[in-house]
């Protein structure tokens, strides 16, 4: 499956709304399943209600369904904190 496919389409979503909700299916995740290996990301499957899953696999999406990349779940994790504004409080 082409990596386009598994883009979320923003403009279709509310961006932020999408990522806080499969941070909490991901931080759910982790708080049962703890040790596991990482997964690729969530799907959510219900975006009305935030409902969704983690996946280990690229999924086959729904049309209403998206997939959010564990990087976009995760954050700014990759930065170090160095490299942030010596201006932001």
Sequence with gaps: MPA????PRWDRINSAVVIAQARQIYFNFLARCAGQNDPLGVVIT???S?????????PVLLPEEQFI?????????????????????
Excluded: C, H, I, T
Excluded at 4 to 7: D, I, V, W
């Design 69 to 89: 990349s564990l990087e976009l779940v995760r954050g700014r994790s990759g930065r170090s904190r160095s490299a942030r504004s010596p201006y932001r409080g």
């Design 4 to 7: 386009s496919s598994q883009q």
């Design 46 to 48: 219900e975006p009305r």
């Design 50 to 58: 935030g409902q969704g899953r983690v996946v280990f696999e690229l």
